[in-house]
């Protein structure tokens, strides 16, 4: 079936450092959408990428798409305590699913 | 901001007990879905709902699952009889169209089974 493996599974940075996720499907997505879990929160949705090799800035957060489509990458510049959670890429299960299957997520600590 | 609210925020139950989580989408959306998420682990698809009936389902909803539509508004997930590994975080969510569009999560209900 279907996995969704992201790496690393936790990450600790100081306050300032740079962060990366990355996000390797075993099959092709259709799209991929990224979302962020505060601790006892809930998924909140970031960002969605369809177009292959896409990247997407918000702020200092930069999304990419890989060309094959099966991985993707969250990398945050100059992390803040406010970005303290578990980022999840996810995508549909099949193409034109209505569903979600969520990556594994890396949490991310940032010391002060 | 509109957004997803569910209730309760925790419930317990005893195992073999019937169970129902409740639901109230964002209004102007279409799809409706569910979610569980087991302590510490990924957050896990279990089904989606559209037009009064289930769109898609996971191999997680077996026959113990079913959901329901009871008026406008609720959007609710019944557990007939509970076990111990039902014990997780189940959010409800909703998207305006299918496929491709962002979803809006509640804050979820914690389900501990006894």
């Known amino acids: 079936g279907q996995q969704v493996m992201q790496i690393p599974q936790y990450q600790h940075v100081q306050e300032g450092e740079d962060f990366t996720t990355y996000c390797n499907s075993s099959?092709?997505?259709?799209?991929i959408q990224w979302y962020k879990q505060r601790p006892g929160g809930h998924p909140v949705f970031l960002i969605q990428l369809v177009k292959s090799g896409e990247v997407k800035k918000q702020k200092r957060l930069t999304f990419q798409f890989g060309e094959a489509k099966k991985n993707s990458s969250l990398h945050i510049t100059a992390t803040q305590t406010t970005d303290v959670g578990t980022y999840f890429c996810a995508g549909p299960s099949v193409p034109g699913a209505n569903n979600l299957f969520f990556g594994t997520g890396t949490r991310l600590t940032v010391i002060p | 901001e509109p957004e997803v609210t569910q209730t309760p925020s925790h419930q317990v139950t005893q195992m073999g007990q019937e169970v129902i989580l409740r639901c109230v989408p964002i209004?102007?959306?279409?799809?409706f879905y569910w979610y569980r998420q087991i302590l510490g682990q990924k957050v896990e698809f279990l089904v989606s709902?559209?037009?009064?009936?289930?769109?898609?389902k996971s191999e997680i909803f077996d026959d113990q699952f079913s959901v329901e539509r009871p008026d406008g508004s609720n959007f609710t997930l019944k557990i007939r009889s509970t076990k111990l590994e039902d014990s997780a975080m189940y959010f409800c969510?909703?998207?305006?169209?299918?496929?491709?569009?962002?979803?809006?999560f509640g804050d979820g209900t914690r389900l501990s089974i006894l």
């Open positions: 969510a909703s998207s305006r169209v299918y496929s491709n569009q962002p979803q809006h």
């Open positions: 709902f559209y037009n009064n009936e289930i769109s898609e």
């Open positions: 209004s102007n959306h279409l799809y």
């Open positions: 099959t092709t997505l259709s799209n």
